[in-house]
């Protein structure tokens, strides 16, 4: 899958950092979510590439990513460190500002990126997801059973790593499979491609820093956002599934606004995974505002 880009390896504070690039145009970095990897681009990376440089990261502790020690305040897993993670990957292939789309987990790190280096960030564009903070703080009975492994990633350990390294591939059969259109969206290439990064030894305990770490320290760099009244500043397109939890559960638009100056958004129909679900719709949404023409 997204043969015709190029991979790259790179190592920053000695975690190794992994991707694809290719295009051409000015540049453009995507983010994916968990449980998947860059991979997750594939429908809509080929059009995205006739206006843009691509840069596909996988995050540490996902696909072919570097997974760190774990550390007890969970920094090595901070939405900073994958945002700092990121920012080495678009410099390594000389951007120094870019545009940004990311979904889920990839989005979170984006909302860092955006906020700690605004002069790096020119638009960004984020799928299915509320701000982190608002979503732990609003939680409600309906979200907590949609989201359940929001709660059971951030267990102590070792019970979610051992029950996840019983089965990894049932763990992301499940979460993935759990959602609005189950497992038919999903290409059989890019599922499979999914259930072998899972099976990389220490991704149970990855996965679970990862979410540790934004029910932790992520929380205290967002109360310190608004603390100090820190807004992004760059565009925000926002995009969610109407078929999804974040749609129904939270006000997405009114959140966001909350943490930006200049939002718009709107619902797809679809649920969680929108590049895979959705991608004509998103290369509707996303070539225009990151200034390309759409071409059918």
């Not at 220490?202 to 992520?218: L, N, Q, W």
Request: proline share 6%.
């Amino acid at each position: 899958m997204l043969a015709s880009f190029s991979t790259f390896d790179l190592s920053r504070d000695g975690v190794r950092l992994h991707g694809r690039v290719g295009g051409n145009g000015a540049p453009l970095l995507l983010l994916h979510g968990h449980p998947q990897t860059h991979v997750i681009w594939h429908r809509v990376a080929p059009v995205l590439a006739e206006h843009f440089t691509l840069v596909m990261l996988d995050l540490r502790g996902y696909g072919d990513s570097g997974r760190p020690v774990a550390d007890a305040a969970h920094v090595r897993y901070s939405k900073r460190e994958m945002a700092l993670d990121a920012l080495a990957a678009m410099r390594h292939h000389g951007f120094e500002r870019f545009g940004v789309l990311a979904h889920d987990r990839g989005a979170r790190v984006a909302h860092r990126l955006a906020a700690d280096r605004p002069e790096a960030v020119e638009r960004l564009m984020v799928l299915d997801i509320a701000p982190t903070l608002a979503m732990y703080e609003d939680t409600s009975e309906a979200f907590a059973k949609a989201y359940w492994h929001w709660f059971f990633l951030i267990q102590p350990p070792p019970l979610p790593e051992a029950l996840i390294e019983s089965d990894p591939v049932r763990y992301v059969r499940s979460v993935m499979g759990s959602r609005h259109a189950g497992l038919a969206p999903f290409a059989p290439e890019a599922l499979a491609e999914y259930e072998r990064c899972a099976l990389i030894d220490g991704s149970a305990k990855s996965i679970c820093e990862d979410y540790r770490a934004s029910a932790t320290i992520d929380l205290d760099h967002d109360r310190a956002d608004i603390s100090a009244g820190r807004k992004l500043t760059q565009p925000l397109r926002v995009l969610w599934g109407e078929h999804g939890a974040v749609g129904r559960c939270f006000d997405v638009l009114a959140l966001w606004r909350e943490r930006a100056d200049d939002v718009s958004g709107e619902a797809l129909a679809c649920g969680h995974y929108i590049p895979e679900e959705a991608p004509h719709d998103l290369l509707a949404r996303a070539l225009p505002f990151f200034n390309a023409t759409h071409k059918d």
